[in-house]
């Protein structure tokens, strides 16, 4: 598995992001020494926390952040000190290297946060004169010490492509046990890099080097700087999942040479989003793992396995007692009878098992296993108790193994559900929100985007942003409602502008009025206007409509509901006409107003598809029910048409 980020990455990264950092403000700092989340204020745009870990990777995120422990960490409010506030100069790293630079600038001065994403490495602040000021912990390494009041030393730096000739590096490269192993040590290649390289230009990646020759060697080395070329200049950013749909590691390009062993290749659309995607997702494997319903069930396992292992030793010893006193009844009972008499006579003409007879009695050793004849019986009860020890010992191993047998079910059951969960957070990670999902949105069945507002705001928003002269616009024939958007930037009909008036009509105040249908106007883009006539006023969310209407009559306010599969297995709540949804969806229903709840039909139709849903029921359980809340249009009845299964 790829655990940390590469220097490729780091180029990669940093090419996609450096601009949504540079100029931002420090607004805050959390975290703990193996994480540094930075809250950094942009002049525009939202807020954005850039997470940074030292040994792995640093990456953006909007993802909530789980606090680790109460109370904060020493070493955060010493960050906070040199770094709340101050605003961001640059963000670069050193070539082929992975160590990442910030400068920031206070009104004391300037500091440069130092980010080393190597093994063992540290997050680091220092002022213009190299001088640590802090260190998320302390580093003694062979070649060099960070800590609070050291000169900062770089880590030795690599011979690479970054700063050797590739004849030279021919030479290193030469050295390696075979062709992927040599120009990963001898060229400072990633592994990652130089699998997908090697693979890509038809080398068998087990050949050895000394059998290829320098010349072929520096071919080999210039194909490898041109794939790394290509991918800065072309990303193709995504994150690789096993055969058993884990996750594997994020790329910044198509891994072709896991994919040839069937590894599935999932894209993004932002190298950021595929290392933030992978990282979440490790957080919450990290926490699955850690049941401790499970370690309560692995330790009864463990001590009822020990406990039958010593009875199992038991029941061997005592069944061979008991063998040997009926191989020797008489001679046994007489020898008995005379150690309870406390007789000096008692002559054992026996071999040496009986070990010892005192105390009025009989100790019997077989294998390492002592046995005393309990004198205050008779020799015949004890004989019964030796059968009576060894019927409890079986009754105890068979108890205990069945106890086992119960108890390993029901790890299964735990592991069974620590994997479904898993698998349920995968696909709620990997599932990617569009920018129009903020919003009401459809797509036709001629494959045109419409969106609505949610609210007045939204209505606002999207005219002035999306609305262009040749699109169009649409609205319920009632004051209150969604301002619907048909993006018709290709060929339609009249086909699409009636399954967008769908969302118009449901998404008005219509809805809530119990209405059954209600006409819906369309115009062209330029026909709307924020511009009221002189001597009125415009709410916000209104708008002029001048000139000609079209019209849809008597839309139903009825909406289907359903579940789209995206990818195969990442689902997608989406709305519409029966016939529109039912076309994408694996599973629907369908909605008109009514008297139930948003939530309350939101969970009793998410409830209802998961018992319908068969084996991959794990794919709609993934579903946050709030994304049902969201689309449905206001309190509602329900009905089921015969649900498609998966």
Known sequence: MKRAMTWVDIDIWLAENAGNIVNGYIDNIYGDSDRLILRIRRSRGEPISLAIMPGEALYITNRAIERRGDALPHVITLFRRYLRDSAINSLSHKPCERIVEMNVIKSEGGYRLIAELIP??????????????????????????????????????????????LSRLSERVMRGYDIVRGIITGANIPPDVAEEAIYRLGIKKDLRPTDLGASFIRSVLEGVVDFILSVKKSPVPGIVLDQSGSLYGFYPFEPKHLISLGYVFRRFPSFNEAIDTFYSQIEVTKALQKSPELSRIEKSIEKLRSQIIDAEEKLKAMRRILEYINQNYQILEDLFECAKRRSSMCVNTLDNTISSISNGSLELKIEGYKYRLDPRLSFMENYFEIKKR????????????????????????????????????????????????????????????????????????????????????????????SAVIL?????????????????????????????????????????????????QYLEKGSFMIYGEKGWVKKVPLELAVGVEILSETIPR?????????????????????????RRDAAEHILRKWIESSGARREILEAIDVDEIVKRLPGKVRIRFPSNKRF
């Open 390 to 481: 060894i019927s409890e010992l079986e009754k105890r191993i068979s108890r205990g193994s069945e106890e086992i047998a119960r108890l390993q079910e029901e790890a299964k059951r735990v592991h069974a559900d620590i994997e479904r969960r898993r698998v349920i957070s995968t696909i709620r990670t990997l599932r990617r929100r569009e920018w129009f999902e903020r919003y009401h949105w459809i797509i036709t069945s001629e494959g045109l985007l419409a969106i609505g507002g949610m609210d007045a705001d939204q209505n606002e928003r999207i005219v002035k942003k999306y609305l262009r002269d040749d699109y169009i616009f649409l609205h319920a024939d009632i004051q209150g409602g």
């Open 120 to 165: 063992r490495g540290v997050i680091a602040v220092v002022d213009s004169s190299d001088v640590v000021k802090i260190v998320s912990r302390r580093l003694v390494a062979r070649d060099r010490e960070v800590r609070i009041g050291s000169r900062y030393v770089y880590p030795p730096q690599q011979p690479g492509i970054c700063n050797e000739d």
């Open 487 to 535: 993006f018709t930037d290709r060929e339609y009909t009249f086909r699409s502008i009636e399954e967008a008036a769908r969302i118009a009509a449901c998404y008005s105040r219509a809805w809530q009025a119990g209405y059954g249908s209600i006409d819906v106007f369309y115009v062209k883009g330029s026909q709307v206007s924020k511009s009221p006539p002189p001597g």
């Open 573 to 597: 709540i989406i709305v519409g006409p029966q016939e529109l949804v039912s076309s994408k969806a694996s599973n629907l229903c369908v909605v008109i107003p009514g008297d139930i709840g």
